[in-house]
């Protein structure tokens, strides 16, 4: 039983074309991440919401957004794709922030850049 | 800021033989540390973790142990099985009194169980 969707789990885009890559999750948890995992690399957190308070990382690029419009859905949004934004696109959610919160990832969504 | 470094980045072992793989982190401040397991893929998932409080923690086949003085943390996987080769990441934790927090992964360990 799935308990963090995301969707798609591939996604292929062009060049400077905005996508958006979605997630729900039926824990009711109260924290939702995105990372961004890249080749052979650990996943790299872009952002993530406690409740409606964005909490965006300091070297998160101005190309990537995000909304999380109710408790279960959140939304990653890349306003002009690059080429180096093809990666494997993670998303989790923690029922709160404290410690011994584990984080339940989905499967991902990987995004390809024409 | 918070840097964690994750050794080795490969790792092959024959069935049956214990793995073993180490991780430094730079903040003093960090007090919690999961390890998650990523099959090919697949979605990490959480394995084991450890507070700052407690030196050593086993499940099963698997066991983390902390040395919070020397800054780094281990996990250790006995009686190894084909079905553990996969990525491992671990991460450091820190969570603050205002409730802010931080998680950082190091950079994966690539293990192979040969059968």
């Known amino acids: 039983d799935a308990m963090v969707i995301q969707n798609p789990r591939y996604q292929v885009t062009q060049f400077g074309k905005p996508v958006t890559l979605s997630c729900s999750q039926t824990?009711?948890?109260?924290?939702m991440y995105w990372y961004q995992q890249k080749s052979s690399q650990a996943p790299k957190l872009l952002f993530h919401y406690y409740d409606k308070d964005f909490n965006n990382e300091a070297d998160t690029p101005d190309n990537f957004q995000s909304r999380r419009p109710n408790t279960s859905f959140c939304f990653l949004d890349i306003r002009s794709p690059g080429l180096g934004d093809a990666a494997m696109y993670l998303c989790a959610t923690s029922r709160d922030r404290g410690l011994n919160q584990p984080q339940h990832f989905g499967d991902g969504t990987r995004l390809s850049i024409l | 800021g918070e840097n964690v470094e994750q050794h080795p980045s490969t790792l092959s072992v024959q069935e049956g033989d214990s793995a073993v793989i180490k991780c430094t982190y730079s903040d003093s401040a960090s007090n919690y540390f999961p390890w998650y397991k990523q099959e090919l893929g697949k979605r990490p998932q959480l394995i084991i973790d450890?507070?700052?409080?407690?030196g050593e923690k086993k499940d099963q086949r698997i066991a983390v142990t902390l040395n919070k003085t020397a800054k780094h943390f281990s996990l250790h996987i006995t009686e190894t099985q084909p079905e553990d080769s996969a990525v491992y990441f671990c991460?450091?934790?820190?969570?603050?009194?205002?409730?802010?927090?931080?998680?950082?992964f190091g950079a994966g360990t690539r293990l192979f169980v040969k059968a």
């Open positions: 450890i507070r700052s409080n407690v």
């Open positions: 824990l009711n948890h109260n924290v």
């Open positions: 991460a450091a934790k820190w969570v603050g009194d205002t409730g802010g927090f931080k998680t950082i």
